[in-house]
């Protein structure tokens, strides 16, 4: 159980063009989603914090509008990367935690999205 | 916020040999520790975690132990085997939000 998707597992995409990545928890329901980046050699980075119908989170230096979440579901949450450029390049994973009321909550970890902008 | 450190940034060890990884985090209300190992390009596998009423923890050959006072965490993994090379990670989060902060992780190489 606690399977985390993600969809595509890498996209090449030219400069300028916009990129949406998928993360879906299979067979949980997921109240909260998570987004990091991961440069080559460098630890996760949390971008941000959704949560199923509301705005999403972002950490500090994360723009909000380059980087758009939507969580509209409980196993379904996106992000896209608007007007993207090379320095966009990264390793990008989501994780998802469930709701069962515990104040401690593994995240289950999705394959990661490897984004490559030309 | 809270902040985490990890130390070495590499380590090798001989076959058969213990490995430690060690942790420290600045936030008092941090109170749920997981260590995840990640292969080149894959996902992180969580590989053990402790809780912040627990000063031990173990499960076969990986042990972690937390000091609350101090603010730091350990990974402990003996009988090192060449399919334990990989980047390891610790993390720490704080209560309600859920969050979890990772530290820079450890390149651990084992050499048969």
Same mark, same amino acid.
Request: a positive charge.
């Given at each position: 159980g606690a399977v985390v998707s993600q969809h595509p597992s890498w996209v090449i995409c030219k400069s300028?063009?916009? #990129?949406?990545?998928e993360c879906r928890s299979l067979d949980f329901q997921a109240t909260t989603m998570f987004w990091y980046r991961q440069f080559p050699k460098q630890s996760l980075m949390l971008m941000a914090t959704s949560n199923e119908g509301?705005?999403?989170?972002?950490?500090?230096? #994360?723009?909000?509008?380059?980087?758009?979440? !939507?969580?509209?579901?409980? @196993? $379904?949450s996106t992000l896209t990367v608007t007007s993207a450029h090379p320095e966009d390049s990264s390793f990008y994973i989501c994780s998802a935690r469930g709701g069962d009321g515990s104040s401690? !909550?593994?995240?289950?970890f999705g394959?990661? @999205?490897?984004?490559? #902008? $030309? | 916020g809270e902040n985490v450190e990890q130390h070495p940034s590499t380590l090798s060890v001989q076959e058969g040999d213990s490995a430690v990884i060690k942790c =420290?985090? *600045?936030?008092s209300a *941090?109170?749920?520790f997981p260590w995840y190992k990640q292969e080149l390009g894959k996902r992180p596998q969580l590989i053990i975690d402790?809780? *912040?009423?627990? &000063?031990?923890?173990?499960?076969?050959?990986?042990?972690v132990t937390l000091n609350k006072t101090a603010k730091h965490f350990s990974l402990h993994i003996t009988e090192t085997q060449p399919e334990d090379s990989a980047v390891y990670f610790c993390a720490a989060s704080i209560e309600g939000t859920y969050k979890y902060i990772f530290g =820079? &992780? =450890?390149?651990?190489?084992?050499?048969?």
């Open positions: 300028g063009t916009s #990129v949406k990545i509301s705005k999403a989170t972002y950490e500090q230096g #994360v723009e909000k509008d380059k980087f758009l979440i !939507n969580h509209a579901s409980l @196993t $379904l401690y !909550n593994e995240q289950f394959p990661g @999205t490897r984004l490559t #902008v $030309l | =420290t985090y *600045s936030d *941090s109170n749920y402790i809780r *912040s009423n627990v &000063g031990e923890k173990k499960d076969q050959r990986i042990a =820079t &992780g =450890t390149r651990l190489k084992v050499l048969a």
